[in-house]
């Protein structure tokens, strides 16, 4: 044996490989994340629990703990009732309205068209543009004056002026109108997670159940759509979370009106805690999101852990 | 259970033809498979029978009647695929159920059809699991199951086995077979192993660039190739193909190549062959080398039967007198096409 070269003893470092170790760079990775989970949301979701059980106005900043009493507040008061019902059909109706133009466009977008590249980068736009921006427009198409929604109609002569419905001043329609806007702000997400989804079904189980004799209808509804159902799922569940706690479409088309039927309960919980300087009664509103998002969510996930295949 | 019959069928993707005018009988009953190298179009061909592609020109007859415009479902013709294909999230069960289900059969009728079928191949116990927790035989006699049990008109075979170990190959190979002989089902196998061409065809169609070389029991297909690409495909290792008078070519099995203190008789053909290598396969020995006055692209090839070949008495580097029976010499013309048919 010829020694290559002498071995030269370094002065060992204790910290040298510290960062070979998984546990250390693992923590030093995670940390930034969990930093932001703890001071962002974990902070002031402690505060408002906090401020629910207090007595805590801008008017008189003491903290008095005076228990479940402001739930018990917001639970008497008709209007936050109607606040929460609200707020169920909002989330829903904009999430059903989402998942059916997410499934067409899916399925439309998966055919080769010339364009198509173009026509799927533009279909992320109600998604990326500023919903202060998009809301706006739409507010405009909803006006009771200048709504190019009514004016089309009035040409096209399914409606008379006399007729034409005063969208954002119609409890109803108003109420449809906020919903029509989230679900136009939703779909393209949707569009993606169906895209993702059946893009990743093998071509042979989609030939085998052709050839096994099944149609267009049968494809998507026995094939299709239970093999996405784990993912469609994870997306409807970001979908709810965010438009139940959501508050800008309303806040910025229709101010929770008319006579709050369009509240939902982000704006109920802004108007009352900010707004009006009421924090204590504000932070309750807000809390009550939790035990339902809670519900929503567990079941949703037991529900995809059991479809996993 | 009917015949399939394609008539100069065509499929185009844009110019490049896949399917390059391609016609073939195959009768009631028979086991037809399509040989090929991988990219020849024998799995569009398979794909236009079922009428998952739909062909550039040609007709298509399932029993007579003319399937060009008719959809898959209508067809009546079952297929396997390569990867199985199964519902993953259906029971083995609704996997076996669901082209019964699509043809509205009531509910008793398809509970009787998949205990029949899945005792048939042995998986009824499994009925109630999903396809992930199957093993690799298990899903595929699951998917032979799901495509015979609507009695189909044809059934169509994609490469079935090239999912499974060499072992299980073997034992599936005889199970198909067995099975295809016992039930009569038209059957047409797409597969490029030529082992599983010559065991379980019938009749072999061998195909490249998209058009049909030869059409013949594995038998002719071995001994009376058609021409120089059927001659090398087929056969492991493959025909000696050596250039002879002048731009046509002669061929060879390698088995038939022997030293010539085996021949007898004199309806032989002597060579003057240098062995350079040579390889030990226990039931055989297989030499390579070089043949004198003869040229050839590939390395000369011969099969010798071990009682015979002691290590001594074939040695590397010498040249050795070698001789084929002319009943086994195969000529082929400068296109390569076979020239002394008989």
Redesign the interface.
Known sequence: MVAIADSVPKPASRFRFIFDRRGVLGSFMVAPAILYVLLLVGVPFLMAVYYSVSAYTIYDPSWSFVGLSNFQDILDDPSFRQTLYNTFIFTFGSQILGLILGKFGALLLLRPFPGRKLVRALIILPWVVPVALATVAWQWMFDSLYSVINWTMIALGFITRDEAPNWLGTPELAMLSVIVVNAWRFFPFAIVIFLAGITAI?Q??L?????????FW?RNY??IL??ILPIMAVGLIFGIVFTFTDLSIVFLMTQGGPIGATSVLGFAGFQTGIVSGDVAHGAAISVFMLPVLLIVVVAMLRFIRR?E? | MSAVLARDIVKKFGEVPAVNGISLTVPDGEFMVLLGPSGCGKTTFLRIICGLEKQTSGDLLIGGDIVNDIPPRARGVAMMFQSYGLYPHFTVRNNIAFPLRTQRVPRDEIEKKVQWASQLLGIDHLLDRRPRQLSGGERQRVALARALVREPTALLLDEPLSNLDAKLRTSARQEIRNFQQRVGLTTIYVTHDQVEAMGMGDRIAVIDHGQIRQVGTPIEIYNDPADLFVATFVGSPPMNIVTHNGGGYLGFRPENFLPKDMMNGDGFTEFSFRVDRSEYLGSERIVYGVMDGFESKQPITAKLPPAHVAEESIRPGEWHPFGVKNSALREFDKDGKRANRH
């Open positions: 093998p042979d189980i030939d085998a159940a052709t050839v096994d004799g099944a149609g049968r026995q094939i239970p093999m479809r295949i």
